[in-house]
């Protein structure tokens, strides 16, 4: 085909030939420019009037601060913003193609309900359009319906990337004025908890971390898809530039369930059986005691120059002075005493000798950091294993020092126009919904220990179990499609009246009665505090690059607009707050008080530098010590008690290799995993209990670097360089080692069928040897019903569909990662 | 005039493809032009594989195979465009002799079968003789040097982004992107690279950062056996074109 293309093309430069000279003057080149064929030449056109915006972009949780380029009121061109302190003027793959969100022609134009009352996945929902005070009346009605029956409880707002202060820092006055437990229900179970509850539970901050690799002389990366999809990327990237070029080199050990870019990058790469993180970390802290290379000064020491740590034995009760940790003795007779490398190598399968390695490696050298995310946590034993890991960071005394880790600080934010407490009626204050539970059942008996359940919300309500919605509204969300077993979700929602506030067209929307499109992220004034990143406090603004080009409004000003029309002081307290612009003039004038380092004290200066920032972080572990930052250097020491109220938030005030978080849901935590009430304290080996049924192959379903949240998967550029690891091109791969295929008759390149207990999926297979032979792998974000005409349809199958809804009973995280499958020929 | 040339850093790139999207949009190209590719090899085998990238653009060969071939004196090496090896889109006949001669494999013709369906030109379809005319783009254009979206049945490439370069202050060592005297200037795929694995500047001045990082660190241009001497250096224990399999090919096994 594409030689005859070829012979298609000489005919006509042939043809072309006998027309020689017909452009030539206009061309205004010498030689034989005759065979031209354009109908004109064209030279140089003159470059119009480009406006750079300050925006954030909004693909990923990162907050890239991005300089938006539009000319003629087309966005055309978006850089990272040098003056942005996560982007530094760089960006990550998908940062580029923000303008396909713009201008993406699938995308909603403005408010629509539905007309079609049958739902579905082939059921047209016969969207009209209507004005947006239809719509929002609408919504309002029912809302004050459903309160003035005493069901507001049935209510509910879903949310997936909330921002800030203008958007889901709305949703709580919202629950608490209207009457609803159930704002918001967050997303944060089927994304990363596992990380922020093993983080409260050992150093008692229920969050991820901040880190500092600019100093850092050694990473251990478990499971964090670090060059792919680890927050945030792009400043990651950054500092893998920086700490693989300075002296000394950071050297880094990645341990993955799969080949992967981090792996392929790392000094050493070493491929952990799934879901046995927690062994390989247990053994690692083994050997950093036994070898005598924990950090004194953090951790404390034998009282008797003689102590030892010595595999298989105790240590006397008592012999052991602990500094900022607690338990470690009881950790070390109860559990680690016989982790040694030897025991863990039969249970993740990488080699005692690799292991022993690590750990002297990662002991000896300071600063080390050891970091995870879903890889070890995305399992029934998801909690442990993070507290496994984060133990290392412990041991050699890397939490809050330079080069390791801390935590993230806040933003001194303004106060609101009015404050929601003064405008409760005694619905709001005592009715009905009080003592109803959230519909997803976090923060109940049942998830005690968890903040969010989205996974269980479609489950629930299918059952009435604790009782049935009535109308639930979406934002940066979409569990019809992203749940675990998702089909139970697309029968769930059949009669719940949606509204999804999406601009795209995804498999919620499909399941909307009211489509209120937000706009898009160029077209948006909102503000986005950090994530953690290097602790000290920063926040980001959007600043609209164009007014919106369809009918569509901020999601925060819908809200807001939904709230003026309640009943009663609820809709006074909205038409007070009025709008998204006086909500951040009012949060920008905390900044009065707090000048940024970039000079922003006001709402004004925030939209022109597009960021406010005070460095530095405020604390800082030295040699045992903490100090707080006082002006000019960390020169306050802190008590213990300090320490307790700002650094380890934890009972004992200290690092908990014993947790008493954990221990004070002891029958809980006995009942569900099965472990003695008095060990549930220790960090420990729990095995992870895999979900599908019988299948003999693991099977992950990681992020790529241009998926990171999904976003991508209407944006065809995105699509045609989906990699990385058997060149997707136009589509991604179910990646197979050759011998796991090949004892299966399967060949490369072969369609190929995934099955669980749930069902079948269908992809086309690539061999990759780099692969461990019982882990399949097969990227997320493919396989959608709907999202646009480029997402639609596009193979292979959705990974969620062989996904069973179980999750860490700890956490609540939702294990994406656990599922085992069986593989043949489709 | 400066002789343009780029050193990418195999060590410090993380096989991102920021490059790529930044190069995409910068230039309008459809999806799968992409003039600045990844590619992705593998090798050995569980536990002990590797996989490689190598980050692709035009080399602006100092003596282009393409030039030697093109019938129309459609390329052309421009010496007082800093080298820069360009595509006349009024003079290229679209007859792909180029895209064969090329070493490189780093010439494309987008005026067939799309590479993902539906077809984008149709969501954006052309107007004012382009191939394709999506609503985002770069007001730049200049088609004696394959700038701006390409009319139909034309080849295009990498330009080292000259409609950017061309601003460069005159006598400049080099354009880098820390500096923002120049930032905007900095072509697309160097600006952009998180890790700081790409460097531009003037390979004719002795004192250019780029000399000093092919000097120090062995730069080595690909292909050199075929005589084409590009202006891009690659750095790094990985520097060259493996033989691997590719990654979007059969594996051997």
Redesign the interface.
């Known amino acids: 085909m594409k030689l005859f ?2 012979l298609l ?2 005919r ?2 042939l043809q ?1 030939s006998a027309v020689v000279g017909a ?1 030539a003057g206009a ?1 205004g ?1 010498t ?3 005759g ?11 003159p ?2 009037e ?1 406006v750079v915006t300050k925006s954030i972009c909004a693909q990923c949780p990162a907050r890239c601060g991005i300089d938006v380029y539009t ?2 009121g ?7 913003d ?1 003056g942005n302190p996560i982007a530094n ?9 923000g ?2 969100f ?2 993406d ?1 699938d995308r909603f134009k403005g408010p629509m309900r539905r007309t079609n009352p049958n739902k579905g996945r082939d059921e047209d929902p016969g969207f009209v359009p209507i004005s947006w005070d239809e719509a929002l009346d609408m919504v309002a009605e029912r809302l004050n319906g459903l309160r003035d029956r005493g069901e507001s409880h049935r209510f509910a707002h879903f949310y997936g990337r909330g921002w800030g202060a203008s958007d889901a820092g709305l949703y709580g006055d919202f629950g608490k004025l209207y009457g609803t437990p159930n704002s918001a229900i967050g997303h944060a179970s089927m994304c990363a908890e596992g990380s922020k509850r093993a983080k409260r539970a050992t150093d008692g901050n229920d969050s991820y971390n901040s880190y500092d690799y600019r100093n850092t002389n050694y990473l251990l990366i478990m499971g964090a898809s670090f ?1 792919e999809a680890f927050r945030p ?3 990651v ?2 500092m ?3 700490m ?2 300075k002296s000394p080199k950071t050297r880094v050990t990645c341990v993955d369930v799969r ?1 992967n ?1 981090t ?3 790392a000094d050493r ?3 952990i059986k799934p879901g046995t993180d927690g062994a390989f970390a247990l053994a690692v802290a083994h050997v950093i005691l036994t070898e005598g290379l924990w950090d004194k000064e953090f951790v404390g020491d034998f009282y008797q120059a003689s102590g030892r740590f010595i595999s298989g034995e105790t240590i006397p009760v008592d012999s052991f002075e602990e500094n900022w940790v607690h338990g470690l003795t009881e950790w070390w007779n109860q559990e680690l005493k016989n982790r040694t490398p030897e025991w863990a190598e039969e249970i993740t399968s990488i080699p005692a000798r690799h292991i022993r390695q690590t750990a002297i490696e990662f002991g000896s050298t300071r600063p080390a950091v050891a970091l995870f995310e879903r890889g070890p946590t995305g399992h029934t034993n998801g909690t442990y294993n993070g507290m496994a890991i984060h133990a290392l960071n412990a041991l050699v005394g890397s939490l809050f020092a330079k080069g390791g880790l801390g935590y993230q600080m806040g933003v001194p934010y303004g106060a609101l126009p009015v404050n929601a407490d003064d405008y409760l009626d005694d619905y709001a204050r005592d009715g009905a919904w009080k003592d109803q539970p959230r519909i997803d059942m976090a923060r109940t008996e049942r998830w005690p220990m968890t903040s969010h359940m989205m996974q269980e919300t479609g489950p629930n309500h299918l059952a009435g179990d604790p009782y049935k919605l009535d109308t639930a509204m979406f934002f940066y969300t979409n569990p019809i499609w992203t749940a675990p077993d998702p089909k139970v979700w697309e029968e769930a929602f059949k009669d719940v009246f949606v509204i999804d506030t999406s601009p795209f067209p995804g498999e919620t929307a499909m399941y909307a009665d009211l489509i209120l499109p937000d706009s898009t992220y160029l077209e948006r004034l909102q503000d986005s505090p950090t994530y953690p990143f290097e602790g000290w406090p920063m926040t980001a603004l959007r600043v609209p690059a164009v007014e919106p080009i369809y009918d569509t409004r901020h999601f925060g000003d819908i809200l807001i607009g939904i709230g003026k029309r309640l009943n009663g002081p609820a809709g006074e307290y909205y038409r007070e707050l009025d709008s998204v612009e006086n909500v951040l003039r009012h949060r920008a004038a905390g900044f009065a008080e707090n000048p940024g380092d970039n000079g922003v004290n006001d709402f004004e200066s925030w939209k022109e530098k597009g960021v406010w920032y005070k460095k530095p972080y405020h604390w800082r572990l030295e040699r045992g010590r903490f100090y707080e930052w006082g002006g000019l250097d960390y020169n306050l020491q802190m008590s213990p008690e300090e320490v307790k109220a700002k650094l380890f938030k934890t009972p004992s005030g200290k690092f908990e290799f014993k947790s008493g978080f954990l221990e004070e849901h002891a029958a809980y935590i006995e009942r569900e995993m099965g472990i003695p009430a008095e060990r549930v304290g220790l960090i420990q080996w729990v095995e992870p209990q895999h979900s599908g049924g019988n299948g003999d192959l693991y099977f992950v379903t990681p992020k790529t ?2 998926h990171a949240e999904g976003r991508g998967a209407n944006v ?6 989906h ?5 997707g ?2 589509t991604v791969y179910l990646e197979v ?3 796991t295929a ?1 004892e299966r008759g399967i060949r ?2 072969d369609r190929v069928r995934i099955t669980s207990d749930l069902g079948s999926i269908e992809a086309e297979c ?8 019982d882990t399949l792998v097969l990227p997320f974000e493919f396989g959608h019903w709907a999202q646009g ?2 997402a639609k349809g596009r193979g292979p199958g959705h990974s969620g569909e062989v996904t069973a809804n179980v999750s860490d009973p700890i956490s609540g995280l939702a294990s994406y990662y656990t599922g085992k499958v069986k593989l043949e020929r489709a | 005039m400066a002789k343009w040339g780029m050193v990418i ?1 195999l ?2 790139c ?5 490059c ?3 190069c ?3 230039n ?1 190209t459809l ?2 032009e ?1 003039w600045q ?2 590619l ?1 090899y ?1 090798e ?4 002990s ?5 190598l980050p692709r653009p035009c080399m602006q060969c100092e003596n282009p195979s393409c030039v030697h071939v093109c ?4 390329t052309y090496k421009d010496p007082d465009a800093g080298g820069i090896v360009f595509v ?9 002799y180029c895209m064969i001669a090329c070493p490189y494999g780093v010439r494309f013709y987008a005026d ?1 079968k799309p ?2 369906e ?1 077809d ?1 030109r149709e ?2 379809p052309s107007e004012n ?1 382009q191939l394709w005319s ?11 040097r394959g700038i ?1 979206i390409q ?1 139909p ?1 034309v080849v295009s490439k990498c330009t080292f982004c000259y409609h950017k370069v061309k601003h460069a202050p005159e006598g400049v060592a080099d354009l880098d ?2 500096n ?1 005297e120049v ?1 905007e200037y900095v072509p ?1 795929c160097v ?7 790409r460097y531009f500047g003037d390979l004719d001045n002795p004192e250019s950062q780029v000399n000093q990082l092919i000097g120090d660190r062995h730069g080595v241009r690909l292909k050199d056996h075929t005589g084409n001497r590009p202006q891009v250096y690659y750095l790094g224990a990985g520097a060259g074109v493996p033989a691997f399999t ?6 051997d ?1």
């Open positions: 293309q070829t093309d000489r006509r430069f072309s452009t061309a080149v030689g034989l420019t065979l031209a064929q354009a109908p004109q030449a064209r030279a140089q056109t470059r119009g480009t000319t003629d087309r966005v055309h061109a978006i850089y990272g040098t003027g760089k960006l990550c793959p998908k940062g580029h193609l303008s396909y713009l201008y022609p060059l990327y792009n400043n990237m950054q893998w530039g920086h693989r070029s080949m870019p792996m392929a990058a790469a070493l491929y670097p241009l065809p550029h995105n699509i045609a360089i990699q990385p690891i058997v060149g091109r136009d080692h050759p011998r090949q490369n390149g690539r061999f990759v040897a780099g692969h461990r032979p005409r480029w | 850093d060590d410090k993380t096989g991102c493809q920021a790529t999207t930044a995409s949009m910068e309008n999806p799968g992409s590719d990844v992705f593998h050995g085998e569980y536990p594989a590797q996989m490689k990238w019938p129309t004196r459609a006349d889109w009024n003079k290229c006949i679209g007859c792909k067939e590479l993902i539906p984008i969501a954006y003789g999506p609503p985002y783009q770069n007001p730049d254009e200049d088609w004696q701006g009319p049945g992107e820390d923002p930032k697309a600006r952009t690279c998180a890790p700081k694995a590719p990654a979007d090919r059969e594996h096994a």
